[in-house]
């Protein structure tokens, strides 16, 4: 039996390796699992850092496909459990291999087709979001970012599959985790909090010093709370290229324009009452700033 990997113990540890894990996941109809999660385990605040998730088909043959047509096709979902604050780059990149030939139902080889190997993109979805919230649930400070294919994936011949997510954290420094978890919509209709990984910790020390531009003494971010128009002041700034991003506190990229003055003026009166953050970047530098709609 596997030793149980408890919360306590992951954040005992501060590796600079990089973590590869081995997780059992499902993906589309019960038969693919996660055979690596390649997260760090060092970040810093105000950053990115990216983790590359790897799955290949499971060792139960009981699973494998039986479609004589060779046609097995399903939205596939995915979430990632991150601290509130934080966020995920949409619109991710998922690379299908797939096999050249497989066994059908009555055991009979079929060939595949170049359309059985094929580019799919993950895309942010609130219904994900939410039903990951109501049924996995989330510990205090942390949120799930949910997301789906925007079209159906073919994994009748699937051999491999693998994409890559970029997560943004804010100014919070200390050890966090992050959990994932993956399925396709009839199963969680069925029994959606079976298959996520453990916690996989990470350390997030304080960003080194930004430059003028972003600086706190250079940078204000007002009204706070807002009641419909928030400002943007840039007090060093000289065209520069800056790019803002707007986010729920779960994750939701709302809004994204470049800055191309010293003062800006964004309209947020059609936004729900709540927190929510601005994240601003300029080259390989990074703020985030959360304020409240009223």
Known sequence: MKKKLTLKNLLRKKENLLVIAMFALLFVFGCYEFTT???PTEATANSSFDVTLVMKEDADDTNDW??????????GLFGVLIPEGWSVDDNISVRVESKDSDLDGDGNEVTATSDHSGDYTLVYNANQSTMLMDSVG???GYTWWGAKTSTEVDMAFFDSLSFTITVNTDEQVGEFFLQYTTGDPE???RNPVHY????IAINISAAS?????LSSSSLSVYPNPSYGSLNIDLKAYSGEEVEMKLYTMNGKQLRKQNITS??????VVNLAAGMYVIRLESGEEAVTHKFVKK
Do not use: F, H
């Not at 039986?66 to 399903?74: A, I, M, Q």
């Not at 996520?196 to 916690?199: L, Q």
């Not at 010093?209 to 531009?213: E, K, Q, R, S």
């Not at 010293?262 to 309209?267: K, P, V, W």
């Open 187 to 189: 199963y969680w209709e």
């Open 37 to 39: 999660i390649d997260q």
């Open 209 to 213: 010093a930004v430059n003028d531009l």
């Open 66 to 75: 039986t479609s004589e047509g060779g046609d097995l096709t399903n939205t």
């Open 196 to 199: 996520k990984s453990e916690p």
């Open 262 to 267: 010293a003062n800006t003026m964004l309209d």
């Open 138 to 140: 989330a510990p205090t």
